[in-house]
DNA sequence: GATGAATGAGGTTTCATTCAT
DNA sequence: GATGAATGAAACCTCATTCAT
């Protein structure tokens, strides 16, 4: 175990590829064991780069963890609105975004983690950037609900957030129940399909198939038509 | 100089009322700080107990916290299962969950973030009471789900998990904004309703005006009068 | 090297015994090495005791500082003004304060250098002790220049505080003269004496002659009892 | 992205220029900070420097402070000599070291508090040019006062040394106090002048005239000679 | 049973110095 | 000659846990 794939000591990498490292390291040290768990000595080890050298890029520990997590949002951000582009119709879009951040989810668990557990307490600190990086992330969903809502084909009478924080609160929620119970894997399709389901159309059973009303309702309006013309 | 006139009390209490004293403090300082940064020496100084009395009491930082989490989520089943009694209808069943839920939320906030925080990510450790705690209250939700699809009043094509994931998810997210924003308070009544429509009427505009077809119904009766009248 | 009187671990002392153990060491170290250079393992070490322990009596280096320096403060005031006890004239007065103070300064040198490297830089912290105690002791020797000015045996058109840091600036920079080179260890009784000669009298040369004044007076008293016999 | 035009300056300057730069930047440091907290980072950043850059000319830290307060003493040596050219008369000469000696220690408050603090321990190591430099500055002050004994202006029964030590141990006393009380500036003529009177003529009040004294006993020796030449 | 003094490993961070470029 | 990225030892301090009293 720690395979040390360059020589160890003393290469001059240029300063990208040491950060990269670095943020390699602690976003995998961070979403193993927490912030508080994580000591920045493992990190180093970890980036394959003595102590001290993780001040001269960052300037400590939270300062790292921030880093680290904006990367993420940062690439979450950026795959999301590309799988918005050229997506038309409320349930188009919806499935594109939850889509998405079930892929993200499952793909930086550990990370994950992270943002709820440590970030958010940290929210008094300066977190202009991080912030603005949970809105911007937000806002993606909210801007497609109020334009469902213009294009009338969301109801009005229901306040956007809270129909954001339905569906990813139910995605955070569904994300615990795979990290803490050892249940069985998500179907990521079926749960997709469900929460659209449930959002567009509710819990309440489909009383009389609209179409099958309509149907009849044709039928009907014809044979009254008929009769009228008699 | 310093004359202790009384050797510092060492009362022999019920070993209840230590034990309750102690899981107290440590409520309310775990609470404040979250898990790491609470130290044993200012729970028990919180207590009006020695450092090494809470070790005759709970072997060890972990187990206390086990303990805590276990009383508060034993003070919500009950308080859930009670409110239930006697409310019939999966409408009022659901706001009594999502009602209660809410107000527990907002009196606890600290402990809820304790939760979200460092249980879960616990879960390796010997979690069985925690464990069976937390499906514990997740059941009270799916049952009154399963009752409402044997009722009917909910269709059966949707997992009842992804149902309460939806819900509890939409809570735990709404509490999230307001613990780290500074959100305005929440309106817990429009809150609840809003659920409650979504859940169970979903977002779609009611498919069918309901003018055209009273219009209809209207037409087909005076058709039928005609007729009659013929 | 490093002999353990007690058996080194776990014996429960009581606080003041344990207190005066780190005090003890911590002085010793501190003015061997300076304060920046003293660390808190070789202080622990010295006293026999676990690092963690000099922090369940003082609450950090700094406080073990002002603390080592408040206690050999008041040992030199005490002495200081025990000394001056009975005594009369300004000339055998400031002989007590010299005295005591060149005793003090080298019997404990390396304190000295202490106070003057350490804490006069210290002062904006909290001083309120430290600095009370530095003005108690200085003003031991105001007092006694001001009783001399009301006495007439000092002239009162100097500055008392002019004289006192002629005083102890005189004895503070023979003192570093001797920590500093190699020069012969100090007469004492000799630089005592110097001190009080030029503060007293001055270095202008005794402007007559006592030898002509003499001179002059055997001569009147030979004529004197020349007219006598006559 | 970050293109960098001009690879950083580089500037091959002559040795005596970039000396004197990092010279003029650890100067500054050492004087704010003191030599423990004064880091090496910072002395080549004021220099506009690299780190390592200060190593092609200092051996290390310790090499760095002895050149920069070399520099500060030979600066003081010059000046002082400067001011006694022409100067006759042991007052006069007193006079122009004093005031010399306190322009300089308020010009370079910072440096002579390094001096005290971090000079002085130094002692053991390489201190050969220190060293003498001290004396040197010292011994100027000890040649006007063994002037002062030729020339029958100082008495002869007081040891130079001491003198010495009296005058600039009160001027070092009273710079102090300024240093580290919010005491009021000094006023640097009254103080001169106090020291000069009290070394010269000393505390005791002029008991009797001697000018009176000598004018009697002028008018006794010439009573005497008449009586004689009867 | 209760105490709290004592432990000591481990945490983050700093910084003089080196050396590949 | 100059650079500055990299080092890694060492600093102060915290705190869960133990155990003599």
Redesign the interface.
Known sequence: MGIETTPPSRTRQPKAVRESDILAAAYRIFSEK?Y??AAMSEIAKGAGVAEGTIYKHFSNKQDLLARVIAGFYKKLIDNTENSLIGTKGIENQLRAVIARHIHTFFEDIGLC?LL???V??L?NYPHSEM?QLTRRYSEILLRVIQE?ITT????D???P??????I???????G??V???NAPPIDRD??TN??I??????????ATE?AD??RN?QR??QL?NR??NN
């Open positions: 927490g508080e768990k983690r709820l557990q440590e958010r307490p929210n912030h469902g009338k084909e969301i109801r009478d229901i306040s957030k809270t129909i954001r924080d339905m990813f609160g139910c995605l955070e929620h569904a615990w129940n990290l803490t119970t079926k749960l469900e929460i389901t449930i959002t567009l159309n509710g819990l309440a059973p489909p609209p009303f309509d309702l009907l309006e009254v009769l009228e």
